[in-house]
T-cell receptor, first 112, second 110 residues
Framework: GAGVSQSPRYKVTKRGQDVALRCDPI?????LYWYRQALGQGPEFLTY????????KSGLPNDRFSAERPEGSISTLTIQRTEQRDSAMYRC??????????FGNGTRLTVT | QQPVQSPQAVILREGEDAVINCSSS?????VHWYRQKHGEAPVFLMI?????EQKGHDKISASFNEKKQQSSLYLTASQLSYSGTYFC???????????FGQGTRLTINP
């Protein structure tokens, strides 16, 4: 079946602009996670949802970052007033409850 | 708190064995292992839930010592396809999120 789908694959934006990154999880997966991965590093936890409820947002770096999953399926990670330090690969993962994560191919964000 | 993996990098010849370690300063509920090939997404290998549990799949196995908050991944008779970066992800008691280590890059040469 289809895996976790993220769009866009690549996003180049100018400093100060807002960006929205989309994640379409595997159908039926209850949990959805957002991670950020710098080159050569492990995924860094940002936030996660069970169904539509955001359970933990302790990894969001500051209040420019927000995420939602209004209908318990597709999720959007929004970064407002982007800065160069926000440049990274943003990965979404989904899973059945308390099960291993299935990662998407990520969105490579570059802030110029 | 991020788990610590060792070594950071390993270079082997095909057929040799490797051990990758993962340790945490926090009490753990589970440890997950993932492999990521260059330019691809991390892929799940196995999960360990109980102290002292050992699991295997093909020639890759892992152990989890809950008391020491440590896990080790064992790769036996390595194959070229084992090359990649291995990450452990730890889950604390009462926390559903996975916190990943910094990774161990494994290179297998013919």
């Amino acid at each position: 079946g289809a895996g976790v789908s993220q769009s866009p694959r690549y996003k180049v934006t100018k400093r100060g602009q807002d960006v929205a990154l989309r994640c379409d999880p595997i159908s039926g997966h209850v949990s959805l996670y957002w991670y950020r991965q710098a080159l050569g590093q492990g995924p860094e936890f940002l936030t996660y949802f069970n169904y539509e409820a955001q359970q933990d947002k302790s990894g969001l770096p500051n209040d420019r970052f927000s995420a939602e999953r209004p209908e318990g399926s597709i999720s959007t990670l929004t970064i407002q007033r982007t800065e160069q330090r926000d440049s990274a690969m943003y990965r979404c993962a989904s899973s059945p409850l308390n099960s291993p994560l299935h990662f998407g191919n990520g969105t490579r964000l570059t802030v110029t | 708190q991020q788990p610590v993996q060792s070594p950071q990098a390993v270079i082997l010849r095909e057929g040799e064995d490797a051990v990758i370690n993962c340790s945490s300063s926090k009490a753990l509920y589970s440890v997950h292992w993932y492999r990521q090939k260059h330019g691809e997404a991390p892929v799940f290998l196995m999960i360990l839930l109980k102290g002292g549990e050992q699991k295997g799949h093909d020639k890759i196995s892992a152990s989890f010592n809950e008391k020491k908050q440590q896990s080790s991944l064992y790769l036996t008779a390595s194959q070229l396809s084992y090359s990649g970066t291995y990450f452990c992800g730890t889950e604390g008691k009462g926390a559903q999120k996975l916190v990943f280590g910094q990774g161990t890059r494994l290179t297998i040469n013919p």
